[in-house]
């Protein structure tokens, strides 16, 4: 069954230090999201990619956060510098529709991140 | 913009009886509706959609969720709880090509 990869699993990385998370999506999904997920909330989207271009990423904190999704198939979350606050789970998520409002998302393993 | 509210931090259920675990939302169109379940370290799982059609959904696991559109709500249900049905349950809504935006979750419990 094709799934949505994600690594690292897990990170622990000081503050102030640089962080990257990988996503490759499901072959032939389009759509490609970003999640982040505090403990004990729900996710909440960073950042929406359509092939290789953003469609939304109104809740990035741009100022240390950057994604990419060069050639619209995998994707990276980048994290610079990294504060205290950033320690939560990171969800990579993909879907087949083309901004079509129907189609469920497909998510990975998420990469947990505790900033020290 | 669309909005989804879970009103319960937690739900207990004995094993064997009936689950309902509850969701309301708040859009200005048709909305698009969904059910995730995540387990401990994992990411969320597909459990089921309403998008048109058919009020009462079948899903994943033997759950289903009705819609109803005049009370805004979309509770998730099932007829006889397991213990390994104990998982955190997030709601979702999407109205048109807008984000999808998440619960904050509801933590069930089944007690054997």
């Known amino acids: 069954e094709a799934e949505v990869a994600q690594s690292p699993r897990y990170k622990i990385t000081e503050k102030s230090q640089a962080v990257a998370f990988w996503c490759d999506p499901i072959s032939g999904h389009a759509t490609l999201y970003w999640y982040r997920q505090i403990l004990g909330q729900g996710p909440e989207l960073l950042v929406q990619f359509q092939d290789e271009s953003v469609v939304d990423d109104s809740q990035l904190p741009k100022d240390r956060f950057s994604a990419e999704r060069l050639k619209g198939v995998d994707s990276t979350l980048k994290i610079q510098p990294a504060e205290l606050g950033d320690s939560a789970m990171y969800l990579c998520?993909?879907?087949?529709?083309?901004?079509?409002?129907?189609?469920?998302?497909?998510f990975g393993e998420g990469s947990r991140l505790t900033v020290l | 913009a669309q909005s989804v509210a879970q009103p319960e931090d937690q739900v207990n259920v004995a094993e064997g009886n009936p689950l309902t675990v509850k969701c309301t939302y708040s859009?200005?169109?048709?909305?698009?509706l969904f059910w995730y379940v995540q387990y401990p370290n994992r990411g969320l799982q597909f459990l089921l959609k309403y998008i048109t059609g058919d009020n009462l959904v079948k899903g994943s696991y033997g759950f289903e969720a009705e819609f109803n559109k005049s009370q805004t709500s979309f509770h998730l249900k099932k007829p006889s709880a397991l213990v390994s049905d104990s998982a955190l349950y997030f709601c979702?809504?999407?109205?048109?090509?807008?984000?999808?935006?998440f619960g904050k979750g509801t933590r069930l419990h089944i007690l054997p």
């Open positions: 998520a993909s879907s087949a529709g083309q901004r079509t409002g129907t189609g469920e998302l497909f």
């Open positions: 979702a809504v999407r109205e048109g090509d807008d984000k999808i935006i």
């Open positions: 859009v200005s169109g048709n909305p698009y």
